[in-house]
Protein backbone atom coordinates (compact mmCIF):
# COMPACT_ATOMS: atom_id res chain seq x y z
CA UNK A 1 0.00 0.00 0.00
CA UNK A 2 1.47 3.29 -0.89
CA UNK A 3 1.27 6.08 2.09
CA UNK A 4 2.83 8.62 3.73
CA UNK A 5 2.87 8.20 7.41
CA UNK A 6 3.80 11.72 9.68
CA UNK A 7 5.35 11.70 13.12
CA UNK A 8 7.09 13.40 15.50
CA UNK A 9 4.34 15.79 16.66
CA UNK A 10 3.37 16.95 19.91
CA UNK A 11 3.17 19.82 22.39
CA UNK A 12 5.99 22.60 22.98
CA UNK A 13 6.82 25.98 24.32
CA UNK A 14 7.61 28.67 22.45
CA UNK A 15 11.01 29.40 21.61
CA UNK A 16 11.40 25.45 21.37
CA UNK A 17 11.62 23.03 18.68
CA UNK A 18 10.25 19.58 17.40
CA UNK A 19 11.54 17.28 14.24
CA UNK A 20 8.58 16.02 12.02
CA UNK A 21 9.65 12.80 10.20
CA UNK A 22 7.82 11.86 6.94
CA UNK A 23 7.91 8.41 6.12
CA UNK A 24 7.18 6.21 2.66
CA UNK A 25 6.69 2.34 3.67
CA UNK A 26 6.01 0.50 0.57
CA UNK A 27 7.63 2.76 -2.11
CA UNK A 28 10.95 4.39 -2.83
CA UNK A 29 10.63 8.29 -1.94
CA UNK A 30 13.60 8.87 -4.41
CA UNK A 31 10.93 9.17 -7.17
CA UNK A 32 9.01 12.22 -5.96
CA UNK A 33 9.43 15.59 -4.68
CA UNK A 34 8.11 15.86 -1.15
CA UNK A 35 6.31 18.94 0.49
CA UNK A 36 5.38 19.92 3.60
CA UNK A 37 2.00 21.67 4.73
CA UNK A 38 -0.07 22.34 7.47
CA UNK A 39 -3.51 23.38 8.38
CA UNK A 40 -5.35 25.04 11.17
CA UNK A 41 -9.16 24.23 11.80
CA UNK A 42 -11.05 26.75 9.48
CA UNK A 43 -8.19 28.20 7.71
CA UNK A 44 -7.02 27.68 4.46
CA UNK A 45 -3.52 24.94 3.93
CA UNK A 46 -0.74 26.75 4.41
CA UNK A 47 2.45 25.40 2.10
CA UNK A 48 5.40 25.12 4.93
CA UNK A 49 8.58 23.84 2.76
CA UNK A 50 9.65 21.59 0.00
CA UNK A 51 12.82 19.11 -1.43
CA UNK A 52 13.37 18.52 -4.81
CA UNK A 53 14.78 14.59 -4.33
CA UNK A 54 16.21 14.93 -7.63
CA UNK A 55 18.66 18.15 -6.97
CA UNK A 56 18.32 18.32 -3.47
CA UNK A 57 17.47 21.47 -3.33
CA UNK A 58 14.82 23.23 -0.99
CA UNK A 59 12.02 26.26 -0.70
CA UNK A 60 10.86 27.48 2.49
CA UNK A 61 7.36 29.50 2.84
CA UNK A 62 8.17 33.11 4.52
CA UNK A 63 7.39 32.94 7.45
CA UNK A 64 8.78 29.39 8.71
CA UNK A 65 12.33 30.77 6.76
CA UNK A 66 15.53 30.80 8.86
CA UNK A 67 13.55 28.86 11.44
CA UNK A 68 12.66 25.84 9.40
CA UNK A 69 14.95 22.87 7.46
CA UNK A 70 13.61 20.18 5.64
CA UNK A 71 16.03 17.04 5.02
CA UNK A 72 15.87 13.76 3.65
CA UNK A 73 17.94 10.50 4.72
CA UNK A 74 17.92 8.31 2.05
CA UNK A 75 18.59 5.39 3.63
CA UNK A 76 15.93 5.36 5.46
CA UNK A 77 13.69 6.85 2.98
CA UNK A 78 12.20 9.64 5.51
CA UNK A 79 12.02 13.37 4.77
CA UNK A 80 11.92 15.43 8.15
CA UNK A 81 11.00 18.72 8.95
CA UNK A 82 13.50 20.41 11.81
CA UNK A 83 11.44 23.14 13.18
CA UNK A 84 13.09 25.40 15.69
CA UNK A 85 11.90 29.02 17.55
CA UNK A 86 9.02 27.49 17.51
CA UNK A 87 6.40 30.46 17.83
CA UNK A 88 2.50 30.07 19.09
CA UNK A 89 1.27 30.70 15.13
CA UNK A 90 3.53 27.83 14.02
CA UNK A 91 0.82 25.76 16.08
CA UNK A 92 -1.24 23.41 13.07
CA UNK A 93 -1.90 20.07 11.92
CA UNK A 94 1.23 19.45 9.16
CA UNK A 95 1.32 17.21 6.25
CA UNK A 96 3.57 15.73 4.34
CA UNK A 97 2.65 15.58 0.51
CA UNK A 98 4.06 13.56 -2.80
CA UNK A 99 4.54 15.21 -6.34
CA UNK A 100 4.61 13.47 -9.24
CA UNK A 101 8.26 13.59 -10.30
CA UNK A 102 11.46 13.73 -8.31
CA UNK A 103 11.94 17.17 -9.08
CA UNK A 104 8.83 18.42 -8.00
CA UNK A 105 8.57 21.71 -5.27
CA UNK A 106 5.81 23.74 -5.42
CA UNK A 107 3.83 26.06 -3.01
CA UNK A 108 0.66 24.82 -4.56
CA UNK A 109 -1.04 21.86 -2.86
CA UNK A 110 -2.95 20.61 -5.84
CA UNK A 111 -0.20 19.50 -7.78
CA UNK A 112 0.39 17.15 -5.13
CA UNK A 113 -1.04 13.20 -5.61
CA UNK A 114 -0.32 11.55 -2.39
CA UNK A 115 -0.90 13.18 1.60
CA UNK A 116 -0.60 11.85 5.21
CA UNK A 117 -2.79 11.80 7.61
CA UNK A 118 -0.86 14.47 9.74
CA UNK A 119 0.65 15.26 12.98
CA UNK A 120 -0.86 17.67 15.33
CA UNK A 121 1.81 20.04 16.55
CA UNK A 122 1.04 22.50 19.03
CA UNK A 123 3.25 25.54 20.18
CA UNK A 124 1.82 26.60 23.98
CA UNK A 125 3.17 28.10 27.29
Known amino acids: QVQLVESGGGLVQPGGSLRLSCAAP????????IGWFRQVPGKEREWVSC????????KYGDSVKGRFTISRDNAKNTVYLQMDSLKSEDTAVYYC??????????????????WGQGTHVTVSS
Open 51 to 58: INFSSGST
Open 26 to 33: GFSMDNYG
Open 97 to 114: AAGVTPTHCTDYDGSYYL
